[in-house]
């Protein structure tokens, strides 16, 4: 094909050989110009822009890192609230918001989608949706590329909205069973250098309510599955007599913590969630895979491989999933530098492994950990961290300067009870049994984890739970959020905290930043409790929040 | 002479000349019968029907070998223990955990559980896999009582733990007059296609008999005919009849699942008119008798449960009743939801007795528990009465399906939800 050719097909990619580039730049058919949402290159070098926020994580890498250096821990006394703006859904807050050329996009609890000007706050378009709730209200946020805005939403459907204008530009059901299967996660773009097509990455929520997880990719243009790779070997695939009997067909193993990938490898990194039925394990004789493991996908395919699996918690008996994106990095063990991927749990543990062969590295437990050998019984007994406790979604970071993994984690404890037997009901629980009731303590700290030695550089108590991440500076500062509604500031090295905003609602979502015309802004989503409530939160506003915050 | 036997523990017995079925025949049962022993045959890669019956003798060995040891008087306790072994050995197979080589087994080397692992692993769901599943589950549980007794201290202990294992083995084992969990291995072989011997003639349940052969529809054997005549009719697996039928030369036996089958063949045919009995006037087309909506609650227990409500559950499920972070629970999303996944009273009550508040499950009192349900059912529209929703369980409620409740409403908002007083 000529060049020419090239840019009149519809959606053109102008291979490297052609200008010399080192990635790929494709013109989507209609979009202008100027463009309203990122390239393949835009993506693969989110980490080191910090004016945009274009991924769920900031990169690829998982590492909530921004290269800004405007707020410094000798400055960052002087922040401000520079806007707050209420949306009009209320409900839980878990968001990362997306910030592409000023233009921020979040979600709130019920999939309503808003795109905002990323200096001031104010609406510049409204998706507003009403899907049936199957069990829990939450949207984790947006995927944007081609021209659009993509959201997953609690009825099963991907849906394509202008990004300039929010119009919906189509909206396919996608999930296999509506009953039982939902969307929460941030659908992730990801430009496949093989085929030259754009994918849509999206995992269900399924996996407790009886169905099985799986990670897919969409086609942006229509929502057509590329290809789909599910959780749980089913007969005649390696690892599938690690399940007793026909447990396998209900077996959970969701996959809706985010997506890591290494481009350089071409392999993807998924944190897979908890088998089912939750709490009688004696229905599922065996080991559950690949239930509660970080897996290692090789992409370069037409279908994915399984290249390497690490199971944390085999057999698991209290939903202790590692619910959050795999943290890939380079860092230091001793002297030598390795490719890592780090990851937290539900049950209170801290995973590094080595990132090319899944290998152990360190494993610290982060929260008070009891009861974790015995299944949850008929009359009750206690465990901790209950399901609301340890590591949760909302991830961390890795500061090459402290040479520190960054990731809060809470101490809950539970008093489980199992049922005598599992029913699935459709749209209801497939848990058997009823989740843990909260007995305390209900508090957390942020921790920094030294990667060479796996013990802590310091550990910031709070009472209550830090449900906020973890945002790294390369200026030296930490930001998270406390369920209380605080935001928080904390000296990277060493853990004080240097500034403290109460943002007038819950925090369970991550904190960001970005720019705009060369000004630096911290972003944070807060809102309802949901089921993270606990006995001892302060009363306060339940509003849907997003807080903005800046020097100037 | 035509003569028919029928007993409930042994094959049934049809006299009649030519039909001749081999008797699968399990130890000790046989001989109590004085039938002879037939070994089974292996063949290369063991039908669905030859495994089901595997893991059936598996089972019925288990029990022949506690209860044998039970009648035997002895004082030695190795022999209490060994007979446990082998019972776990016959039940779990060699690749079991508890399985030991030494005590031999009272089974075969799969085990009842090897068996039923191979019958339901696999992606399809046969009407089978349910009391299979109930059977694998109740042999578990059999399992663990026998380990204790492999080292209980006192014959008294032994006996208490194998009473366990037996009850569960019994269910396990059913019976053929059963159908779903409590029909066991023997309800399964006997009701469901699972029971159709190897090389047997099938035909459609839902059409009368026409030659020997097994009625099966739908997964479920409906019927078995043999041909009357002189002679003795085997019949390989029990088939749980309540009555014999002679007709058409024909001795035909309904099956327990014959009802079951009877109802899904009407409805088949009633979706599919024959031409000949389509009616002229649609006005002939007949509607079932609508069911009255039953009164499940009192006035005023709904009033005490919109103050539960109002305390424990409106931070997640919304002052209307319609979720912040948590579903809906009354009005129009909810029934119609309700509606599509089958949800039953049994269901909605279950859950919210045992797992609601949802970070304090089961915390409040059943007074508060069956206040809230009033409260419920009251904001979709079901009609009070003068009884009151019960603290305890009840049966009758897995047949209430939850559903938009026809008629109009006074009060009933944009929501679907009805006013509580």
């Not at chain 1, 990455?201 to 929502?223: C, E, F, K, M, R």
Request: charged residues 15%; negative net charge; aromatic residues 8%.
């Amino acid at each position: 094909m000529t060049l020419r050719e090239q840019l009149t097909a519809g959606v053109a990619c102008l291979a490297p050989a052609a200008l010399g580039l080192s990635a790929f730049l494709c013109l989507g058919a209609g979009t202008a110009l100027a463009q309203s949402t990122p390239n393949p290159s835009d993506f693969l070098n989110a980490a080191s822009d910090p004016a945009n926020w274009i991924l769920p994580a900031k990169s690829y890498s998982g590492n909530h890192y921004t290269p800004a250096t405007q707020i410094t821990p000798q400055n960052v006394s002087g922040l401000h609230l520079a806007w707050k703006t209420t949306l009009d859904d209320p409900g839980p807050m878990e968001n990362s918001p997306i910030i592409y050329n000023g233009t921020m996009y979040v979600t709130t609890a019920h999939d309503h989608v808003y795109a905002l000007d990323a200096a001031t706050g104010k609406v510049k378009w409204e998706f507003t949706d009403n899907p049936h709730v199957i069990a829990f209200a939450a949207n984790r946020g947006i995927g944007l590329v081609d021209g659009n805005v993509y959201i997953g939403t609690l009825d099963g459907h991907l849906i394509a909205l202008n990004a300039d204008t929010g119009q919906k530009v189509w909206d396919k059901v996608t999930v296999a069973d509506t009953a039982n299967s939902f969307y929460t996660m941030a659908p992730v773009p990801y430009h496949d250098p093989n085929s030259g097509k754009d994918w849509l990455l999206v995992g269900v929520s399924n996996g407790d309510w009886g169905g099985n997880g799986n990670i897919t990719a969409y086609n942006p243009q229509d929502g057509s599955v590329i290809w789909s790779w599910g959780s749980i070997p089913g007969p005649g695939e390696p690892n599938h007599d690690s399940w007793g009997g026909d447990s396998w067909k209900r077996a959970g193993g969701s996959m809706w913590g985010g997506v890591t990938i290494d481009p350089t490898t071409q392999t993807m990194y998924l944190n897979v969630g908890n088998p089912t039925p939750d709490f009688l394990a004696t229905v599922r004789p065996g080991d559950n895979l690949y239930t509660d493991s970080m897996v290692a996908l090789d992409i370069s395919g037409a279908q994915p491989k399984l290249k390497w699996y690490h199971q944390f918690i085999p057999h698991d008996t209290h939903d202790w999933d590692p619910p959050m994106q795999p943290i890939l990095f380079t860092g230091k063990v001793g002297n030598t530098e390795e490719k890592l991927v780090a990851t937290g749990d539900k049950a209170g543990n801290y995973w590094l492994l080595d990132a090319t062969t899944g290998n152990l590295v360190d494993h610290t437990a982060v929260s008070f950990q009891k009861g974790q050998d015995t299944p949850p019984s008929l009359t009750g007994n206690y465990a901790c961290p209950n399901t609301l406790g340890g590591v949760e979604y909302q991830g961390g970071a890795y500061d090459p300067a402290t040479n520190a993994v960054l990731l809060p984690s809470q101490n809950e404890c539970g008093f489980w009870t199992a049922d005598k037997d599992a029913v699935y009901v459709a749209g209801q629980f497939y848990i058997a049994g009823a989740f843990p009731k909260l007995v305390g303590p209900n508090t957390g700290q942020m921790n920094a984890i030294d990667v060479t030695s796996g013990t802590f550089d310091w550990r910031h108590h709070f009472d209550l739970p830090n449900y906020g991440g973890a945002l790294a500076t390369a200026s030296g500062l930490v930001f998270s959020g406390n369920l209380g509604g605080t935001e928080n500031a904390f000296d990277t090295q060493t853990g004080n905290i240097l500034w403290s905003y109460d943002t007038g609602a819950y925090i369970q979502a991550p904190s960001e930043a970005y720019e705009v015309n060369g000004q630096e802004y911290i972003v944070v989503a807060s809102g309802g409790a949901g089921n993270a409530a606990i006995p001892e939160l302060p009363a306060t506003g339940q509003s849907s929040i997003v807080s903005a915050f800046t020097l100037k | 002479m035509r003569s028919i036997s029928s007993n409930g523990s042994i094959p049934a017995r049809v006299t009649g000349p030519d039909f001749f079925l081999p008797v699968a025949c399990l130890l000790a049962l046989c001989l109590l019968a004085g039938s002879a022993f037939a070994p089974r045959a292996r063949a290369a890669q063991a039908s669905d029907h030859q495994t089901a019956v595997s893991a059936l003798a598996d089972v019925q060995a288990a029990i022949a070998e506690i209860v044998t040891a039970d009648q035997s008087g002895s004082t030695d306790k190795k022999f209490y223990y060994r007979a446990s072994q082998r019972a776990i050995n016959a039940l779990e197979g060699a690749q079991g955990p508890e399985y030991v080589a030494a005590s031999g087994s009272a089974g075969d080397a799969a085990g009842a559980l090897g068996h039923l692992d191979a019958l339901l692993d696999r992606k399809a769901t046969p009407v089978w896999a349910e009391p299979l599943h109930g059977a694998e589950a109740n042999i578990r549980a059999a399992i663990a009582h026998l380990a204790d007794a492999r080292h209980a201290h006192e014959l008294w202990d032994y006996d208490i733990a194998v009473s366990r294992a037996l009850t569960y083995l019994l269910v396990a084992r059913g019976g053929p007059t059963e159908l779903g969990v409590f029909g066991g291995l023997d309800g399964a072989l006997a009701n469901t296609e699972l029971g159709v011997p190897d090389g047997a003639t099938i035909a459609d349940g839902c059409a009368e008999p026409s030659a020997p052969a097994y009625g099966v529809h739908d997964g479920y054997i409906a019927w078995v005919a043999v041909a009357a005549g002189e002679g003795t009719h085997a019949l390989e697996e029990n088939a749980g009849e309540q009555s014999i039928i002679v007709r058409n030369n024909m001795i035909i036996l309904p099956t327990a699942a014959a009802a079951v089958v009877a109802k899904e063949c009407n409805s088949h045919a009633a979706a599919q008119p024959s031409p000949a009995s389509r009616p002229i006037a649609t006005a002939a087309v007949s509607s079932p008798a609508k069911s009255p909506v039953p009164a499940l609650y009192t006035k005023a227990q709904a009033a005490a449960g919109a103050q539960v409500f109002a305390s424990k559950c409106v931070l997640c499920h919304g002052a209307n009743l319609q979720g912040t972070a948590a579903p809906s629970v009354a009005g129009t999303d909810f029934l119609k939801t309700a509606k599509n996944n089958g949800w039953t009273l049994e269901v909605i009550r279950y859950l919210v007795f045992n797992d609601m508040p949802f970070n304090a499950p089961a915390s409040l009192s059943p007074t508060e528990y069956a206040d809230v349900l009033a409260f419920l059912l009251a904001s979709d529209c079901y009609p009070a009465g003068g009884t009151p929703f019960p603290t305890a369980d009840d049966p009758a409620f897995a047949s209430v399906k939850l559903g938009p409740v026809p008629g109009v409403h006074p009060g009933e908002n944009s929501f679907g939800v009805c006013p509580n007083s």
